[in-house]
């Protein structure tokens, strides 16, 4: 009997060493990781360098205060900045976290310029903004709020691509729309650049924010740094973590200046949240990120995955039913019950992926992926629909 809470419906493999794309079980076997530790580990197991930078950053200050003048959070923030539509940065252990800063910073602005009856957002059927209770409220999903209390008010929901039902949930108590450019746990659902630019348009003329989730799909998952850079859109405020510390906990809000400006002493904190040694990692992950090439490499391999599906939908059209995602954040809708499946895929095949809502199965590799990889985790794939195949024809038919 384990002394942990029952919250996770754990596998009984437990990994002790991981390399590239790979990791291995206490026996030695090799799994193929299409899971990413679900999308944190982009430069996969074992970077070199962010094992080099967690060895020097250990060597040196682990934790100081926010209270004090942490450098490599500066020049992280900075370097963010740089990349990205925003000019002021909130760091955070979480994405969770990082949604709750964005929706603090969404509600605070709109109470400095004296108007603090707008702190209604506008959130989308199917998302996930994480675990606390303001992000279950937002997030919506009623599995995650019951037995929880009163759901945190302030939050409505509009369904993604339906620009109409955004419009009709504007009231003079909205403040933001909060949405993830490509929904990861819910499905795999991408919002069209359509949708996106006419969601920046309704929060303009509407004087509210918008606000993007990118815990998951951001920091080059989709081929772009951000997904939002898809649309040709400029978000008010973006919310990032998973990758962003390669494996270290970090999160990050991102925020236009004025957005954030109201956001002074006393408004908000965290006693973790860009620690040195979060920093160093976070400096550490965006140097692979952010170096010439990297990223054009990630859209080459998720344009290369896109198509190895489509030859995999097109063998095997009584399993897959639908294509969704964006770069390396792909889902397959398949008719196989997906728990079981990738159950199956682990168990069977050696390969890690993760299921998500509306029964789809998310390929989330880590961004260092080859095209090699890609062949593999397809073969396996085919190969667990086969062995599904061959068990059917094998049960004696009823009657
Ligand atoms: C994982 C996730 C979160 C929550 O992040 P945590 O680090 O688990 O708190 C929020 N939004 C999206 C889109 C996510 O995928």
Not at 38 to 44: E, I, P, R, T, Y
Not at 338 to 352: A, E, N
């Amino acid at each position: 009997m384990s002394a942990l809470y029952g919250t996770y419906a754990r596998s009984e493999l437990a990994f002790e060493r991981g390399e590239g794309m790979r990791l291995y079980d206490q026996h030695g076997r090799s799994y193929l990781d299409f899971h990413s530790g679900v999308a944190v580990n982009a430069l996969g197991h074992g970077d070199a360098h962010l094992v080099t930078a967690l060895k020097a950053a250990a060597e040196k200050v682990w934790h100081t205060a926010n209270t004090f003048t942490i450098p490599e959070q500066e020049r992280l923030g900075q370097r963010l900045v740089e990349a990205s539509f925003a000019d002021s940065v909130f760091f955070t252990n979480s994405g969770a976290e990082a949604i709750e800063c964005a929706i603090k910073t969404a509600r605070h602005y709109f109470w400095a310029k004296g108007q603090p009856d707008r702190y209604e957002i506008i959130a989308f059927t199917g998302s996930f903004h994480g675990r606390t209770l303001g992000t279950i409220a937002a997030g919506g999903n009623p599995d995650y709020l019951e037995g929880f209390g009163p759901a945190a008010p302030g939050f409505k929901h509009a369904r993604p691509g339906d620009l109409d039902s955004v419009k009709a949930l504007i009231s003079p108590q909205s403040c933001a729309i909060l949405i993830e450019p490509v929904q990861g746990e819910g499905g795999v659902t991408a919002m069209t650049s359509e949708f996106m630019q006419g969601l920046r348009k309704l929060c303009d003329e509407n004087d509210m924010l918008l606000v993007l989730d990118e815990v998951q799909c951001g920091y080059g998952r989709t081929g772009r740094f951000f997904a939002y850079e898809w649309s040709g859109i400029t978000p008010d405020i973006v919310a990032v973590a998973k990758a962003i510390g390669g494996g270290f906990p970090l999160g990050a809000c991102l925020a236009k200046g004025d957005v954030a400006s109201s956001m002074v002493p006393g408004t908000h904190g965290s006693t973790y949240g860009g620690n040195p040694l979060a920093s160093a990692m976070g400096n550490a992950v965006l140097d692979r990120i952010l170096a010439p090439g990297f990223i054009d490499h990630v859209n080459q391999m998720g344009q290369k995955l896109a198509w190895h599906l489509q030859q995999l939908a097109q063998r095997y059209p009584d399993y897959v039913l639908e294509l969704r995602g964006k770069g390396l954040l792909a889902g397959i809708k398949i008719t196989p019950p997906v728990r079981d499946f990738v159950s199956r895929l682990r168990d069977d095949h050696q390969m890690l992926v993760i299921g998500a809502g509306d029964n789809v199965l998310r390929l989330l590799p880590p961004l260092i992926v080859t095209e090699a990889d890609i062949i593999e985790a397809v073969e396996k794939i085919a190969a667990a629909f086969d062995a599904i195949e061959a068990e059917t024809a094998s049960v004696p038919a009823v009657g």
